[in-house]
């Protein structure tokens, strides 16, 4: 986080993907909590991904794990939102800032009336309880339009760019920088 500052990236959020098995690990938030405090982590910075099934398993212990990481300023995204199933009363007692939307539902637009529908209900529900929403798996110039008329406020997939090692993403944003100075 603190090279991020330094190459010219502040602000910049690192999301971390926690596996089923960490978020049960019982001494997960104990464990968070030393490496944020050993490293010295700005946590505005830091977000916490993880699925619907880690979250559901056991929602008493979900909501007390992120809502003390949520005191720390930790945000949690729910990730693959839409393939699981999770209660919309469970989701709007959780400290989420976040879904994306599961890949397998973008890749059928212009295939699918259903995933246009399912897509669009997604986005209505996490705006109306203030959370953000993110489309994953997006490849195409029209996956990407019908997004934005549906106020989908963030994108990720192919059509921007692959995952890549960070010394290829510090390039990347450098470009994306001097691409956006030479455009104003």
């Known amino acids: 986080l603190q090279e991020s500052n330094e190459l010219g990236f502040p602000g910049l959020v690192f999301a971390v993907n926690l596996s089923f098995r960490q978020f049960h690990d019982r001494k997960m938030t104990e464990t968070i909590f030393r490496i944020i405090f050993n490293a010295n982590v700005d946590t505005s910075l830091l977000e916490l991904e993880l699925t619907e099934s880690a979250m559901m398993h056991d929602p008493e212990y979900a909501q007390r794990c992120l809502r003390e990481l949520n005191q720390l300023g930790i945000s949690f995204a729910l990730d693959d939102f839409g393939t699981g199933f999770s209660s919309l009363s469970n989701l709007q007692h959780l400290p989420i800032s976040l879904v994306k939307i ?20 997604i986005i209505s529900l996490a705006h109306s309880l203030q959370i953000s929403v993110v489309a994953e798996g997006v490849e195409t110039e029209g996956q990407l339009e019908f ?31 001097q691409s956006a100075c030479l455009q104003k």
């Open 102 to 121: 599961d890949k397998s539902f973008v890749q059928e637009l212009g295939q699918s009336a259903d995933a246009e529908h399912i897509i669009r209900a």
């Open 147 to 177: 997004l934005r008329q549906q106020h989908c406020d963030e994108i990720q997939g192919y059509y921007y760019a692959r995952p890549m090692p960070w010394n290829d993403l510090v390039q990347f944003m450098n470009r994306q920088n």
